[in-house]
């Protein structure tokens, strides 16, 4: 993946898609990792006063994203907490993220009534975020796609559809949400994040 700045960069040229990234007994175990797990209510896309809250796992890494730092013990407390997403970014750091460290892992959970706000994830020079979806099947009419926006938020430039066994990487300073899904959808939106940073 290319290295991108939020200076002159264009960012749907920097998204990354990969459809059927894992073997489909590694998927089924990590989506039944991550649903069967204890979520807390109340995390927020960001401080907004009218940003609603939604369902969370923290695995690994600082909360306070001002405070994250990319080191061995980032990894060795996400093998500690949730050896499938260990895995998975194991697989990741030799492929679409090599050259990458990890600063933090956790994953969203959006059912029927959630939605997310329009944020950035980190301004700083080769962050990247990475989203796996997880789910065994998902319906057009569930709605939860990520939507990517332009630099002023005016237009929206992808709309990356929650596909099973999709992964999506984007630089860190574009603007993006999770959009909440339809009242037909039986199934909590799931998603699993990796927050890195580029070091080489």
């Known amino acids: 993946m290319k290295e991108a700045t939020s200076e002159g960069a264009r960012p749907w040229q920097d998204i990354v898609v990969v459809d059927d990234l894992l073997p489909l007994e590694e998927q089924r175990n990590l989506h039944t990792f991550l ?3 204890n979520w807390s209510h109340g995390w927020r896309s960001h401080a907004g006063d009218a940003v609603q809250g939604f369902w969370h796992r923290h695995f690994a890494g600082s909360l306070d994203a001002a405070e994250a730092s990319a080191s061995p013990d980032v ?3 996400l093998a500690r907490n949730a050896p499938p997403a260990d895995a998975l970014w194991q697989r990741l750091k030799r492929s679409s993220l090599a050259g990458h460290a990890l600063e933090r892992c956790y994953a969203n959970g959006l059912p029927y009534g959630c939605d997310g706000a329009t944020h950035t994830d980190s301004l700083e020079r080769g962050a990247c975020t990475a989203v796996y ?3 065994a099947q998902w319906d057009p009419d569930w709605g939860g796609e990520t939507l990517i926006f332009n630099k002023d938020k005016s237009d929206i430039l992808a ?3 929650p ?5 999506l990487i984007f630089p860190g300073f574009v603007f993006h949400v999770a959009r909440g ?5 039986p199934a909590m939106r799931i998603t699993l994040m990796f927050k890195t940073r580029l070091v080489l």
């Open 35 to 37: 649903s069967s797990g």
């Open 75 to 77: 990894e060795a407390e």
């Open 133 to 135: 979806y997880p789910h």
């Open 159 to 161: 709309a990356i559809y």
């Open 163 to 167: 596909k099973p066994n999709r992964l």
């Open 181 to 185: 899904v339809s009242r037909t959808c």
